[in-house]
């Protein structure tokens, strides 16, 4: 049974940081491309950056160059670093594997950008 569990997320200050980590199990990591996307109050659900096995990377250009994601397959996590968060980065934060016809997502983690 794969399980996607996120934490890391919570209430920080506009320009502030947070590091969201998506723990795996019942699958191993290493051999797929991971994913985080987010959803904000009134959006549809938007993919924000990616890494593939050999560890190359993208980003949504709203995140780029203040969000990374990293992986460490010996602890079968993906990690999502933002800083300089703004408030427009406010959303629940979900990690995704998709592979063939399955598709799995964790339970989302919240994070609020506020003053």
């Known amino acids: 049974q794969v399980q996607l569990v996120e934490s890391g997320g919570g209430l920080v200050q506009p320009g502030g940081s947070l590091r969201l980590s998506c723990a795996a199990s019942g699958i191993n990591i290493s051999l797929y491309t991971m994913h985080w996307y987010r959803q904000g109050p009134e959006n549809q659900r938007e993919l924000i950056a990616n890494?593939?096995?050999?560890?190359?990377?993208n980003y949504l250009d709203a995140v780029k160059g203040r969000f990374t994601i990293s992986r460490d397959n010996a602890k079968n996590t993906v990690y999502l670093q933002m800083n300089s968060l703004k408030p427009e980065d406010t959303a629940v934060y979900y990690c995704?594997?998709?592979?063939?016809?399955?598709?799995?997502w964790g339970q989302g983690t919240q994070v609020t950008v506020s003053s």
């Open positions: 890494i593939f096995s050999d560890g190359a990377t």
């Open positions: 995704n594997l998709a592979h063939g016809a399955n598709n799995y």
